[in-house]
């Protein structure tokens, strides 16, 4: 499990909490590409979660950082990857 | 917002049962309250807040004069939901009506400290129901702990509507009054927050497998209007509560 897979779980959160196009416009603004099932076009590592996160917080509020922590969070503890500051 | 439905108005959801919120833009945590018109009384669910009392009043007073309403319905204690009802009664008793507030004992100790002048009807003293004059039976199901340890969801065997709370609820700036393709997703990140833990919140989902539920209208969130048993079965199944950081790994 890595961090693209964490990266995609914020996505279908995200589709959730604020939406499928403004989610679709944050990835734009963050460089990430998703295909049409919203699986990441390429890799994602720990800074595009961390950045993609920041990103959510500031146009949409802690609700969205709220929205992912516990759901992250459970998958980084359960395969030892280490979380960016904002989810932690 | 992207359905088309005018939430300007009282949206009816069902006979003589109404949703009275509002568009909240650009908050994340929308409220619900709704309107039972029964006859010649009316049941005034999960009010609302000291700020939101102007949009809601403004539905209701289109509806129902209103000491119509003799019964206000409060799932749990927080202000969200109780911090207008205080505003609601001197409306009421202003007409000339009065009414009860229905809600759990362990709710109700707390309400009394919003200045409510009305007696309470403790639904856990009252053998879990209540009878509306014409004979219609509101029937409450308790949930403890969901967040509340008095929260309870309220079951109207005429609509077969849940009006449930907090449960059910969601996280939604893409706010839409009916569920759409993705509530899935909203609904589990609100829990996860807001729920203590599968265990408890499985013992509440298997009660509900008790009664023909047609719709569920919960306090937050959009209302859910088709396949209500996937939204039970991913709640029985969901993870949430902070506790899941303490416990050891497998």
């Known amino acids: 499990m890595t961090y693209t897979q964490l990266i995609e779980l914020v996505i279908m959160r995200q589709i959730g909490i604020v939406g499928l196009k403004n989610t679709m416009d944050i990835l734009r603004e963050s460089g990430l590409a998703v295909g049409d099932d919203f699986r990441l076009v390429g890799k994602g590592g720990h800074d595009d979660l961390e950045k993609l996160m920041i990103k959510f917080k500031v146009k949409y509020g802690l609700v969205t950082v709220m929205g992912c922590k516990i759901a992250v969070g459970r998958k980084a503890r359960e395969w030892n990857l280490a979380l960016p500051q904002i989810l932690k | ?250």
């Open chain 2, 1 to 250: 917002m992207s359905d088309a439905i005018d939430t300007t108005k009282a949206v009816e959801i069902a006979e003589k049962v109404y949703w009275i919120g509002f568009y909240d833009k650009g908050a994340g945590f929308h409220c619900n309250p709704y309107l039972i018109v029964d006859g010649d009384e009316a049941v005034l669910i999960e009010p609302g807040s000291v700020p939101h009392f102007p949009m809601v009043l403004s539905k209701v007073c289109k509806l129902i004069p209103f000491e119509k309403i003799t019964k206000i319905l409060v799932s749990h204690q927080d202000p969200d939901l109780c911090a207008g009802i205080p505003r609601f009664e001197e409306l009421i008793y202003g007409c000339g009506g009065k009414c009860e507030i229905v809600t759990h004992s362990r709710a109700s100790v707390l309400i009394a400290h919003y200045g409510v002048r009305s007696p309470f009807y403790q639904v856990d003293q009252n053998d879990w129901k209540l009878t509306l004059k014409s004979g219609r039976e509101l029937t409450f199901i308790f949930s403890p702990y969901l967040h509340f340890p008095g929260a309870f969801m309220t079951y109207d065997s005429k609509t077969k509507i849940l009006f449930s709370g907090d449960l059910f609820g969601a996280f939604s700036f893409d706010w839409n009054l009916y569920a759409n393709e993705y509530y899935t997703e909203a609904m589990k990140a609100f829990h996860e927050n807001y729920m203590p833990s599968n265990q408890i919140l499985y013992a509440a989902m298997e009660k509900l497998d008790a009664y023909d539920i047609r719709m569920i209208a919960s306090q937050h969130g959009s209302i859910i209007n088709k396949d209500v048993k996937k939204y039970i079965d991913t709640l029985r199944n969901l993870d949430c509560g902070d506790y899941i950081f303490t416990q050891p790994k497998d």
